[in-house]
């Protein structure tokens, strides 16, 4: 009789030397392909996996894997091979005792196939072939993965010439290498506000349309932008380093899905609020009340609201004040916001600051596209002001915004601190630019045109600005 280390022996030269694979997947092939497919639909990470099933760290895992690329997995396997539902039939029976053969009749699959089935996806590697259907389907899935070798694997010289269009280094003309040397890669996207190495930085394209021309019959010498990226983003491809996703232009570490990409950045701005439904009286200035307002942003995230009269240029600045626990690239992820622009802070500001002015100057504002004013309805619904939004890279069409924001970057320059003034400070610069005449107003001061306005409306019971 056959000792164990014999019988141990016979099946793990039957199976082969199985290298030990890790812990066994905590998702199958159908969860995949849900995944994947709210990826398609424009889904965020976090909730394609709660609609495929699995943890956030599990989604997020397999998009970094996969370098953000949609693998395309079929949503079933070939009826050549056994279903997760068949290896349940095939653990059940077997559990009852039943022979291959039964087996086999039951579930309508070949005798030898039933065989092989529990010996080569049996759930240990010892000569005990326990049979269990969520390991045996874990390592089907794992023997099935054949992936096949990227072309700049195999062709070192296509290899060598992509990587020298896309990372070589930039040479002056007497030969020497010139610009910085950039960050340290950590796996993530390009740095803010750092020097990047400067290199050939061909895109994918140029590099595949090239080859055609360096190489016109060389049929090995080609290859599609498309594999380019692939190489760049996909782990499992092994051709390019990753680190030289830092040469493209874009700089990402992960591929962006298409659908992902067309997604609006604006979901606050619908088409009854664009700039196109707004009263034909703002266009020609001639009835006061129509306002115009954006953020003047400094440093670190402090922020002041402008607000522009459009008929008298009268200019009201709104203090941002930051929220208490905001500190500077230390505030939580995905928490609230604290730097003193968010939704409802400058809703309450604005708001706030708006009231403050009689009703017949308060008949609509134009904002930039900002999130910072997404609670427009709301801010709607208190004030009775109508809130229109400017198209996309439109800023002419709050011109008179703009060009007050230019005024005030003499008071407020890039790159300070404006969180550090008080409400008192920035009133007296409103005041201070408020009192400076103006051509456009026949060289009154927009606090003039504005008073004049006021008292031109005094009989019908309206007080003026003194």
Known sequence: MATMRERQREVQLYRGQVPSPGRPTVAWREDRVRFWE???????????????????????????????VNPCLPPTVSGRYLSFSEREDIALL???????REIARRVKRHPSSISRELRRNASTRTWRLDYKPSIAQWHAERRSRRPKRAKLVVNDRLREYVQDRLAGVVRAPDGHVVGPDGPEWKGRNKPHRKDRRWVQAWSPEQIASRLRLDFPNDESMRISHEAIYQALYVQSRGALQRELVACLRTGRALRVPRSRAKRKAWGHVTPEVMISERPAEVADRAVPGHWEGDLLIGLERSAIGTLVERTTRFTMLVHLPREDGYRHKHTPKNGPALAGYGAVTMKNALASTMSTLPAQLRRSLTWDRGKELSAHAVFKIETGIP?????????????????????????????????????????????????RPRKILGWKTPAEALDEHL?????AGVASID
């Open 38 to 68: 709210a990826i398609g639909r424009g889904m965020m990470t976090e909730d394609a996996a709660a609609e495929a099933g699995v943890s956030s760290p599990v989604g997020f895992r397999w998009f970094r894997h996969a370098g953000g």
């Open 94 to 100: 077997r559990a009852k005792g039943l022979g291959v």
């Open 387 to 435: 809130v229109f939004f400017a198209d996309p890279r439109s800023p002419w069409q709050r011109g008179t915004n703009e060009n007050t924001n230019g005024l005030l970057r003499q008071y407020f320059p890039k790159g300070t601190d404006l969180s550090r003034w008080s409400a008192e400070d920035i009133e007296a610069v409103a005041s201070a630019l408020n009192a």
């Open 455 to 459: 008292r031109s409306l005094q009989p």
